[in-house]
């Protein structure tokens, strides 16, 4: 399985960027697609999921400014994010469980946000 972040960059506080991640097969294939970001010199954290049946789940701060969805025929699950914030800054990473239980890993993706 692969997955292909895309879509980072630098932005100004208050802008709005999209994250793209494809997966090289169906995402029925999978459970849950989430995406999740890495500060720097913190850990990874959830940011938000979707599931097989689209309902979606957001981590408190990003709540009000950021939706995640999915387009099935194109195997790709979105990250809309509005009102960014410096501390929005960090490498975002997709990822993708199985109803087993694997999870996969995209490669990541650098979100800047400047004050």
């Known amino acids: 399985v692969q997955l292909q972040a895309s879509g980072g960059g630098l932005v100004q506080a208050g802008g709005s960027l999209r994250l793209s991640c494809a997966a090289s097969r169906s995402l029925f294939s999978f459970n849950v697609m989430g995406w999740y970001r890495q500060a720097p010199r913190k850990q990874r954290e959830l940011v938000a999921h979707i599931t097989r049946s689209s309902s979606t789940n957001y981590t408190d701060f990003v709540k009000g400014r950021f939706t995640i969805s999915r387009d099935n025929a194109k195997n790709t699950v979105y990250l809309q994010m509005n009102s960014l914030k410096p501390e929005d800054t960090g490498v975002y990473y997709c990822?993708?469980?199985?109803?087993?239980?694997?999870?996969?890993w995209g490669q990541g993706t650098l979100v800047t946000v400047s004050s």
């Open positions: 990822a993708a469980d199985t109803l087993w239980g694997t999870r996969y």
